[in-house]
């Protein structure tokens, strides 16, 4: 048990460190910095409204709205998406299958010859 | 060693069934898929610490005498991992579910979301390669193990025949 707690542990331990290791990565990126208004909670208003070069103004957006239908309960798309999942696995599962197959050094095939030895 | 290959087989299958599940949200709505996931990953955690000494193994013997096939395996399944943590670390980081119930406040940015859907596909791509690594395994644990016994409760039951045992003669006597 005492082993099981431990193993647990290091797990625990490393996913910490990878977890903060990509936390800085991507609080640090430039992506993130920026506009310290655009840093804003899910559907809190962040006005992102600007003026193009033609001066025609661009519409205040919400964050987060961006592809909010697709988390939205739909049991047919969700259906449609987990097999187009599957369906994703199974062919890179056989691309890889036949890529190894194509690589795999060939065994040699052992036949019976019958040798006719003079009498 | 039979009761391990089942447990692995039935966390493995729980685990696809689980990733197929989380990796459309469409199929539960947003609070389930959050809270999904995180079930979802402590399973994970369990498929590492059953194959804890494969891992120790591998990392022990990395650079040193080990065939090129482990070596890939070892790549894949650590990209694996770290691809699984990203889309679990980006997922919490855009909860609106979870992180609030726990009443924490975090600084949500647009990136998080992009790393999220990237981490998303990318640990889909690692999947399938993981499945394919595995793929022989996968074959025989369900043939014996899924396969065989819905045969044999398919199957009619045959007579049993009485076992036949050669005995040898002694024609001196």
Redesign the interface.
Known sequence: MLKVTLRLLVILLVIALIGAGIYALVQNSPTNSGNPAARGFPGQTVSVASRSSTGQAFSPQRFGERGEGRFNFSLGRGLAGALGNSLEILAITLTVILIRKAIAPRRFQVRTVRINQPS | MSVKTKTNLAIDCAILIA???V????????AV?EWFAIAAGLVL?VH??FH?DWVVNITKTYFKKLIHESRFNYIVNALLF?AY??V???GLM?S?NVMQTLGI?L?????????HSLSANLA??L???H???H?KWIVSATKRYVLAPIHSLVRRPVMRQPAVQPVKIDKSK
């Open positions: 990733f197929l599940v990796n459309n949200p469409a199929l539960t709505g947003l898929h955690i590492v610490l804890w770290i943590i990203i679990f670390l980006s855009i609106r406040r600084p949500a940015s647009p990136a998080w979301r992009e790393f889909l791509l999947t399938g390669l499945f394919a690594m793929w």
